[in-house]
């Protein structure tokens, strides 16, 4: 397979969102895990448009949406102890993705259980710091 780009239009071709393989050594891999986001904002800044960012965002919006349903819903009343109840799990929650290494600096005391606008409804704020692999090398070679 030949991936006949040179290192300008791979460069170009990374702000401008797309997806392209790239040949290194001998083999071909994905030249970075991206996704089209290419604006960004204070609300969406540059790592938004990793798509590693994007996975680990989306699994915790799923998991605590299953931990909530299974867990929660229609089970545990909307009072100071069930909402505790729920923060503690998620709390765990996060500090379990810690241990995984998919979030780093993870502080449990700015994770937020509150009551909602109504009797049945919560509000959680539950802020992370997703991790990334490493994917860029910058290098200063001494000579003696």
Known sequence: MKVPYTQLQLADAIKAGKFLLHKVGKEIRVLTDINTLITYTDEKGEDFSNSQTIRVLDQIGNDVAELFHSRYL???????????????????????????????????????????????????????????????????????
Request: aromatic share 8%.
């Open 74 to 144: 229609g089970k545990m009343p909307n009072d100071n102890a069930g909402r505790i109840s729920l923060w503690n799990d998620i709390v765990t929650y996060g500090k379990q993705l810690a241990v995984l290494r998919a979030i780093e600096d993870f502080d449990t005391e700015s994770v937020t259980v509150n009551k909602g606008d109504g009797k049945r409804s919560v509000l959680v704020n539950f802020p992370v710091q997703p991790i990334n692999c490493m994917s860029i090398l910058y290098m200063t070679v001494v000579v003696s």
